[in-house]
């Protein structure tokens, strides 16, 4: 089965102790998060699988930012979350390497408005393990958003389980056929609270 990891939202704004929206910090560093992705990036790269980092950030004045988002709305009033500051530089302690993807996103889910479908497409992807801060508040499967139709790992998940990367307590799995509908899933359907 063809694998890929994707790491969201490990940014200093959102993680670090010192960032604009720390909310889980704490969580992310009693959890021991970053080892865990860290491990999970080096066994993904032994087995020659896709890696993709995700971060959520915007341009000046925010015009990617909707009007009332109930969970990023803050970035704008915090000065947070803006594209070329220490805040979306990915964490010191994350293992990223020069030539890993890097996709920035608008939302809270990791498909809405990238290239993060197509590419895991193009890769002929079956099967997602996903890890990053919002799994530290218990979303799974992309979070909020809904299923995505169609992709691997549309529907969310179960905690990877033994004989899954070392050190994936921080991360989720999910496995859906491509060309299958998860959870009953149906395009355009889902609300995105971001």
Request: some cysteine; charged content about 20%.
């Amino acid at each position: 089965m063809r694998t890929a990891l994707v790491l969201i939202d490990l940014i200093n704004d959102l993680i670090h102790p010192d960032g604009a929206m720390p909310t889980c910090a704490a969580e992310v560093q009693r959890r021991g998060v970053l080892g865990a992705a860290n491990q999970a990036l080096e066994h993904a790269r032994d087995r020659g699988w896709p890696t993709v980092l995700v971060k959520v950030a915007f341009r000046a004045g925010y015009p990617e930012l909707r009007a009332h988002a109930p969970l990023l709305g803050r970035a704008r009033q915090l000065g947070a979350l803006r594209m070329g500051q220490w805040g979306t530089d990915f964490h010191a302690d994350l293992a990223v390497e020069p030539g890993d993807p890097v996709l920035v996103k608008h939302r809270l889910s990791p498909f809405h408005g990238t290239a993060l479908a197509t590419l895991l497409r193009a890769a002929g992807i079956e099967r997602l393990l996903l890890g990053g801060r919002q799994h530290c508040l218990g979303a799974a499967g992309g979070g909020p958003g809904g299923p995505r139709p169609g992709l691997p790992g549309g529907a969310g998940g179960g905690r990877l389980r033994r004989g899954e990367p070392p050190g994936a307590s921080g991360l989720h799995r999910s496995a859906v056929p491509p060309g299958r509908r998860a959870a009953g899933g149906r395009p355009g359907r889902a609300r995105d609270p971001s």
